[in-house]
């Protein structure tokens, strides 16, 4: 190696500079590629929250719907209301027989 430069070298040099172009064509193509592959996924994804969220209000308001049920239809508040009934059935005929009586008069 005198420090000439001889075809080979240059044949070599080129060679390696087609190699890094054709190398960064593919890297950018792919890197096009990944970067649309991404954009769907995160569409994808956040199609996915969106149908979560929806699906957790649904939830907590079925939940909440339940828990009134449940507090009306509790066994004391049954028996309270079932009481109240009859005393009010109750209240009704003494009415109705009062009612009767002052009528007869």
């Not at 005198?2 to 792919?30: F, H």
């Not at 096009?32 to 929806?54: F, G, H, I, P």
């Not at 209240?91 to 008069?105: D, G, M, Q, T």
Request: glycine fraction near 4%; charge should be positive; proline fraction near 1%.
């Amino acid at each position: 190696m005198d420090g000439s430069v001889d075809i080979k070298l240059l044949a070599t040099i080129g060679g390696i500079v087609v190699s890094m172009a054709g190398a960064a064509a593919v890297a950018k193509s792919q890197i096009a590629r990944l970067t649309e592959m991404l954009k769907d996924v995160e569409k994808r994804l956040r199609e996915s929250d969106n149908r979560v969220d929806k699906i957790d209000n649904s939830i907590a308001t079925n939940e909440q719907r339940l828990n009134v049920i449940a507090k009306m239809m509790a066994p004391d508040v049954m028996d309270k209301t079932s009481r109240l009934s009859e005393r009010h059935t109750v209240k009704l005929e003494y009415i109705e027989i009062a009612i009767k009586e002052l009528k007869a008069k």
